[in-house]
T-cell receptor, first 113, second 109 residues
Framework: IAGITQAPTSQILAAGRRMTLRCTQDMRHNAMYWYRQDLGLGLRLIHYSNTAGTTGKGEVPDGYSVSRANTDDFPLTLASAVPSQTSVYFCASSESRNTGELFFGEGSRLTVL | QKEVEQDPGPLSVPEGAIVSLNCTYS??????FMWYRQYSRKGPELLMY????GNKEDGRFTAQVDKSSKYISLFIRDSQPSDSATYLCAIDNTDKLIFGTGTRLQVFP
């Protein structure tokens, strides 16, 4: 089934550990995004990529990094996890940066203890 | 003031009811408005997309934009238990989407 694949689905990790959330899309979309979703705060953009080889900071980028080596993959790395990064993380893509229809993955639930 | 604000809910209605979900926004320059639906433990999916003012209908769903009041609405007619989900409004600010916090809807049989 075409779409966005995220891994892992769920993860518990100790504070201070490094973690990479994986995201792959097979729609050949140019733009990709990482959001975190927290109760009462909604979806907040962490980082985005307009096209392969470029990335940009969103609303809440601190503590996170991304890379976009090719069109399909857009991993999100937490260099040293902290409890405030406990959240549900969604990867999304769109044909281009300026279109409103985002396609989301199923999410990765991360708990930092 | 937040760029977009949404009724928090939760909203609980009986099957068959008409549901009204609402958001307000702050910038009158916004032109593109969306509603996303998110089922529990799933990612959001686009439900409706409207440009500027007016109504757009798709089956049991109607999206309405009132630019003079900076108010957007989603109406669901003949609501079904399968409509139980969180509904997020979103506004396309040219270079980014601004999401509301979502309204959780529960339709009981």
């Amino acid at each position: 089934i075409a779409g966005i694949t995220q891994a892992p689905t769920s993860q518990i990790l100790a504070a201070g550990r490094r973690m990479t959330l994986r995201c792959t899309q097979d729609m050949r979309h140019n733009a990709m995004y990482w959001y975190r979703q927290d109760l009462g705060l909604g979806l907040r953009l962490i980082h985005y990529s307009n096209t392969a080889g470029t990335t940009g900071k969103g609303e809440v980028p601190d503590g996170y990094s991304v890379s976009r080596a090719n069109t399909d993959d857009f991993p999100l790395t937490l260099a040293s996890a902290v409890p405030s990064q406990t959240s549900v993380y969604f990867c999304a893509s769109s044909e281009s940066r300026n279109t409103g229809e985002l396609f989301f993955g199923e999410g990765s639930r991360l708990t930092v203890l | 003031q937040k760029e977009v604000e949404q009724d928090p809910g939760p909203l609980s209605v009986p099957e068959g009811a008409i549901v009204s979900l609402n958001c307000t926004y702050s910038n009158s320059a916004f032109q593109y408005f969306m509603w996303y639906r998110q089922y529990s433990r799933k990612g959001p999916e686009l439900l409706m997309y409207t440009y500027s003012s007016g109504n757009k209908e798709d089956g049991r769903f109607t999206a309405q934009v009132d630019k003079s009041s900076k108010y957007i609405s989603l109406f669901i007619r003949d609501s079904q238990p399968s409509d139980s989900a969180t509904y997020l409004c979103a506004i396309d600010n040219t270079d980014k989407l601004i999401f509301g916090t979502g309204t959780r809807l529960q339709v009981f049989p």
